[in-house]
């Protein structure tokens, strides 16, 4: 069973940066893909970036294009978001998301596991 532990959220002021960690544990796939999404209150669970191990381009919303990293260190398992340039309608819970083989798209009913979330608040 695939097991997914996010950290690293946090408050923060308009302009900041943060970065995002997800721990994953419990996989055997050789191919696999590991993501970010994000939930607003009262909003749909949206993707913020997926990656695949195989270095493939990653995938970025468009509202985080050029503030957002997606990055991974498979020595460590590590999966990591780094944010900058926050702005006040990045507030969200994030969580970290992990399916088999190809990414299955920005979809969230595609993507079998998650983590718990980790909650980033940016405000002034």
């Known amino acids: 069973q695939v097991q997914l532990e996010e950290s690293g959220g946090g408050s923060v002021q308009i302009g900041g940066s943060l970065r995002l960690s997800c721990v994953a544990s419990g996989y055997t796939e050789r191919s696999y893909c590991n993501g970010w999404f994000r939930q607003g209150p009262g909003k749909e669970r949206e993707a913020v970036a997926y990656i695949d191990n195989s270095g493939s381009i990653p995938y970025y919303a468009d509202s985080v294009k050029g503030r957002f990293t997606i990055s991974q260190d498979n020595a460590k398992n590590t999966l990591y978001l780094q944010m900058s340039s926050l702005k006040s309608e990045d507030s969200a819970t994030y969580y970290c998301?992990?399916?088999?083989?190809?990414?299955?798209?920005?979809?969230?009913?595609?993507?079998?596991?998650w983590g718990r979330g980790t909650q980033v608040t940016v405000s002034s």
């Open positions: 998301a992990y399916d088999r083989g190809t990414c299955p798209g920005p979809s969230r009913y595609r993507w079998d596991y």
